[in-house]
C-alpha cells in the first residue's frame, strides 16, 4: 500500500485554491447560466400550456357562442319587445298620458295617474329594470265599461300588474263609480 | 555494471513537481467539467430556444384566435343574460293575476235585490287575492239573500280560483226599506270578504290536499 505523496504547504495551497475555483465555477453556473435558462424554460412551457389549452377552450366557446345565437334566437325578439314597451325618456313623461289615452279610448274620461314610487326589482337579472307603482284614479266609470277596459289593459300591457283594486259607488252619480287603481309597471332603464 | 550519475536530478525532481501541480491538476479538471457544462448548457438552450419558437407560433395563432373568442364569450355572456331576463320577465308576464276575469265573476253574481257598493281588492306578494265587498241586499228576507249572494259567490269564485274562501264579515239590517218591484221590502247591509289564490300558486300544503283528491 503506497502512502499519498505528502503535499508540500504551497501544494496544499494551490489545492485549496482549485477546490475554491471549483466551488465558483459550479455556484456561476448554476446561478447565471443555468438557473435562469431553466427558470425562463418553465415559464415558457407553462405559458404554452396555457395558450393550448385556451386555443382548445376557444374552439368550444365559438361552438358554444354560436349555438347560444341559434337557441336564443326567440329569447332575444321577446326581449326586445319587452325593451319596446318602454319609450325613451322618463317614465313619469310617457306613462300616465299613455294611460290616460287608453282609458279614454276605453269610454273612460278624467283619468289621473300619479307615480307612488320606484325601486330595483328583486330579481337579480332583472337589473336592468324598474318598478314602478302607479296611482290611477278613474273618477266617472261605468262598472261595465271598466271590467272590459281593465282586461284591454292586462291584455294591451303585459309588464304591468294591478295590485290593489277599489271601486265606490258614488251616492251623487249612480251611474258612475270611482275607481282607484294601484299598478306595478316594470320599465327599462335607459 | 556502470555507475551512472544523474546530474540532472533536479531539473528531474522538479519537472514532476509541474507535472502534479494541483492547480494546474485542478485547471484542467475545472476546464474539463466546464466544457461538459457548457455542452449541457448548449443543449439545454438549443432546446429552450426551439420551444420559444414553438410558442411564438402558438402565441401568433392565439393572437389571431383571441379577439374573436372574447367576442363570442361577451356575446353568450350578453345573450346568456338575456336568456335569463327574458325568462324571468316571462315567469312576471305569466304569473299576473287578472282582475278583469273576477270583476266578470263578481258581477255574474250579483242579483237584481244585490247593491254592489264597495269592491276593494288587494294582491299580496304571496299572490293571496283579498276582496272586500260591501252593499245591501234586499228582499223579504234580506239576510238569506245576502247569504245567497255569498254562497253564490262562493260557488262561482271557487270554479275559477284556489283557496277560495268567502265570509261575512258583517251582516246588519237596516232600518229604511227600499222599493224592489214596487215593493217595499226590507234591506240588510253586508260585509263581505273574499280569499283567492290564482290556480297554480296554491301553498304546498293545498297542493298535496288537491292533488290528493284528485287521484281520489
Given at each position: 500500500m503506497s502512502a499519498l505523496p505528502k503535499l508540500s504547504k504551497e501544494q496544499i495551497q494551490k489545492v485549496i485554491l482549485s477546490g475554491m475555483g471549483f466551488c465558483l465555477l459550479i455556484y456561476i453556473y448554476f446561478t447565471f447560466f443555468l438557473g435562469p435558462l431553466n427558470r425562463s424554460r418553465t415559464a415558457m412551457e407553462r405559458r404554452m400550456a396555457d395558450l393550448q389549452?385556451?386555443?382548445?377552450?376557444?374552439?368550444?366557446?365559438?361552438?358554444?357562442?354560436?349555438?347560444?345565437?341559434?337557441?336564443?334566437?326567440?329569447?332575444?325578439?321577446?326581449?326586445?319587445?319587452?325593451?319596446?314597451?318602454?319609450?325613451?325618456?322618463?317614465?313619469?313623461?310617457?306613462?300616465p298620458p299613455r294611460i290616460k289615452t287608453f282609458f279614454g279610448e276605453q269610454k273612460i274620461d278624467k283619468a289621473v295617474v300619479r307615480l307612488d314610487r320606484n325601486a330595483d326589482l328583486k330579481e337579480p337579472e332583472l337589473s336592468d329594470w324598474t318598478r314602478y307603482?302607479?296611482?290611477?284614479?278613474?273618477?266617472?266609470?261605468?262598472?261595465?265599461?271598466?271590467?272590459?277596459?281593465?282586461?284591454?289593459?292586462?291584455?294591451?300591457?303585459?309588464?304591468?300588474?294591478?295590485?290593489?283594486?277599489?271601486?265606490?259607488?258614488?251616492?251623487d252619480q249612480l251611474q258612475f263609480q270611482q275607481v282607484d287603481l294601484v299598478a306595478a309597471n316594470i320599465v327599462k332603464k335607459k | 555494471m556502470a555507475l551512472q550519475i544523474n546530474l540532472l536530478h533536479e531539473e528531474f525532481t522538479q519537472e514532476r513537481q509541474r507535472k502534479r501541480d494541483p492547480l494546474k491538476l485542478g485547471m484542467m479538471a475545472l476546464g474539463a467539467v466546464g466544457g461538459v457544462m457548457l455542452l449541457f448548457y448548449g443543449g439545454k438552450a438549443y432546446?429552450?430556444?426551439?420551444?420559444?419558437?414553438?410558442?411564438?407560433?402558438?402565441?401568433?395563432?392565439?393572437?389571431?384566435?383571441?379577439?374573436?373568442?372574447?367576442?363570442?364569450q361577451k356575446r353568450a355572456q350578453e345573450l346568456q343574460g338575456i336568456i335569463t331576463a327574458s325568462n324571468v320577465l316571462d315567469q312576471l308576464v305569466e304569473n299576473r293575476f287578472?282582475?278583469?276575469?273576477?270583476?266578470?265573476?263578481?258581477?255574474?253574481?250579483?242579483?237584481?235585490?244585490?247593491?254592489?257598493?264597495?269592491?276593494?281588492?288587494?294582491?299580496?306578494?304571496?299572490?293571496?287575492?283579498?276582496?272586500?265587498?260591501?252593499?245591501?241586499?234586499?228582499?223579504?228576507?234580506?239576510?238569506?239573500?245576502?247569504?245567497?249572494?255569498?254562497?253564490?259567490?262562493?260557488?262561482?269564485?271557487?270554479?275559477?280560483?284556489?283557496?277560495?274562501?268567502?265570509?261575512?264579515?258583517?251582516?246588519?239590517?237596516?232600518?229604511?226599506?227600499?222599493?224592489?218591484?214596487?215593493?217595499?221590502?226590507?234591506?240588510?247591509?253586508?260585509?263581505?270578504?273574499?280569499?283567492?289564490?290564482?290556480?297554480g300558486e296554491e301553498t304546498p300544503a293545498t297542493k298535496a290536499q288537491n292533488e290528493a283528491s284528485e287521484k281520489k
Open positions: 389549452n385556451k386555443l382548445r377552450n376557444s374552439k368550444t366557446e365559438l361552438r358554444r357562442a354560436s349555438s347560444l345565437e341559434v337557441t336564443a334566437g326567440d329569447a332575444t325578439s321577446r326581449y326586445a319587445a319587452m325593451e319596446g314597451l318602454t319609450p325613451e325618456g322618463a317614465p313619469i313623461a310617457w306613462f307603482s302607479w296611482l290611477i284614479t278613474l273618477p266617472e266609470a261605468d262598472f261595465a265599461a271598466f271590467g272590459k277596459a281593465i282586461a284591454a289593459l292586462e291584455n294591451a300591457e303585459p309588464l304591468l300588474w294591478i295590485e290593489r283594486l277599489t271601486i265606490h259607488a258614488q251616492p | 432546446q429552450t430556444l426551439s420551444l420559444k419558437n414553438r410558442l411564438s407560433g402558438v402565441e401568433q395563432e392565439w393572437a389571431k384566435v383571441e379577439p374573436q373568442v372574447t367576442k363570442a287578472f282582475w278583469a276575469p273576477v270583476l266578470q265573476t263578481v258581477a255574474g253574481c250579483v242579483a237584481p235585490n244585490i247593491q254592489l257598493t264597495n269592491f276593494d281588492g288587494t294582491l299580496s306578494e304571496d299572490k293571496l287575492v283579498r276582496i272586500a265587498l260591501e252593499g245591501t241586499a234586499a228582499g223579504t228576507e234580506p239576510r238569506a239573500a245576502a247569504e245567497e249572494f255569498r254562497q253564490l259567490l262562493s260557488e262561482k269564485v271557487g270554479e275559477g280560483y284556489s283557496q277560495v274562501d268567502v265570509q261575512f264579515k258583517s251582516l246588519e239590517d237596516l232600518d229604511a226599506p227600499v222599493m224592489l218591484a214596487e215593493t217595499s221590502v226590507p234591506v240588510a247591509r253586508y260585509s263581505i270578504l273574499i280569499s283567492l289564490r290564482p290556480r
